[in-house]
T-cell receptor
Framework: GNSVTQMEGPVTLSEEAFLTINCTYT??????LFWYVQYPGEGLQLLLK?????DKGSNKGFEATYRKETTSFHLEKGSVQVSDSAVYFC???????????FGSGTQLTVLP | NAGVTQTPKFQVLKTGQSMTLQCAQD?????MYWYRQDPGMGLRLIYY???????DKGEVPNGYNVSRLNKREFSLRLESAAPSQTSVYFC?????????FGPGTRLTVT
C-alpha cells in the first residue's frame, strides 16, 4: 500500500533561517505529491504540488521537487517568517480513487 | 464563496450517545471525504464518496456511518460514541487532485 514518512517535529527556527522538512514515500504506480499546511484552528490548505518526476512545486517561497529515484519530496524555504508557523503535511494520491495518504505532520514554530 | 462548511465546530458526548456531523460544499465537487486527525498520526480517511449515490470505506471506518445526501452534502454519523472517537474531524471535497478542507469539528467523548 501507499505510505508517507515525514521528518518528526517539532521544528523551531529563528526568523530568516533556512527550512527543510524531509518527506519520503512508498506508492504503487506514479503518484502525485503534495504539501498541505494547517494554521492553528483551521483546516488544511494546499501549499504546493507536483504531478510527475522532476517537477518542482512552489508557492509563497516554499519549494519541493519530485524525486522519483529517491522517492522523496522535501519541502524547503530559504527564509522563514513568523507567519509560517504551522503544521506541514506531506501527502500523495495514487490511482483513480483520488484518496490522499498523509504523513504524520511536522509542527514548525518560527521565533522572531 | 463558502467552500466547505462543517457543523458543529465543537461537541462533547457521553459514551454511548449518537450524533451526526454535517458537511456541505458549494464548489459542485463530485468527491467528498471524512478524515479524523489525531496527534502524531496525520489524517486518516474514515469514508469517502467518489460521486453522488456512492460511498466507500477508508482506512478507519469502524464505528461510523455516512450518507451522501446529495451532491453538496456528506454527513458522518456516530451511532454509539466511544472515548476512542475523541478526535478532530475534517470533511473535504475535490474534483481533481486538490482537496479543499472544512474548518473541522472537535469532538470529545467522555
Amino acid at each position: 500500500g501507499n505510505s508517507v514518512t515525514q521528518m518528526e517535529g517539532p521544528v523551531t527556527l529563528s526568523e530568516e533561517a533556512f527550512l527543510t522538512i524531509n518527506c519520503t514515500y512508498t506508492a504503487t504506480g506514479y503518484p502525485s505529491l503534495f504539501w498541505y499546511v494547517q494554521y492553528p484552528g483551521e483546516g488544511l490548505q494546499l501549499l504546493l504540488k507536483a504531478t510527475k518526476a522532476d517537477d518542482k512545486g512552489s508557492n509563497k517561497g516554499f519549494e519541493a521537487t519530485y524525486r522519483k529515484e529517491t522517492t522523496s519530496f522535501h519541502l524547503e524555504k530559504g527564509s522563514v517568517q513568523v507567519s509560517d508557523s504551522a503544521v506541514y503535511f506531506c501527502a500523495l494520491v495514487s490511482g483513480s480513487a483520488r484518496q490522499l495518504t498523509f504523513g504524520s505532520g511536522t509542527q514548525l514554530t518560527v521565533l522572531p | 464563496n463558502a467552500g466547505v462548511t462543517q457543523t458543529p465546530k465543537f461537541q462533547v458526548l457521553k459514551t454511548g450517545q449518537s450524533m451526526t456531523l454535517q458537511c456541505a460544499q458549494d464548489m459542485n465537487h463530485n468527491s467528498m471525504y471524512w478524515y479524523r486527525q489525531d496527534p502524531g498520526m496525520g489524517l486518516r480517511l474514515i469514508y469517502y464518496s467518489a460521486s453522488e449515490g456512492t460511498t466507500d470505506k477508508g482506512e478507519v471506518p469502524n464505528g461510523y456511518n455516512v450518507s451522501r445526501l446529495n451532491k453538496r452534502e456528506f454527513s458522518l454519523r456516530l451511532e454509539s460514541a466511544a472515548p476512542s472517537q475523541t478526535s478532530v474531524y475534517f470533511c473535504a471535497s475535490t474534483d481533481n487532485y486538490e482537496q479543499y478542507f472544512g474548518p473541522g469539528t472537535r469532538l470529545t467523548v467522555t
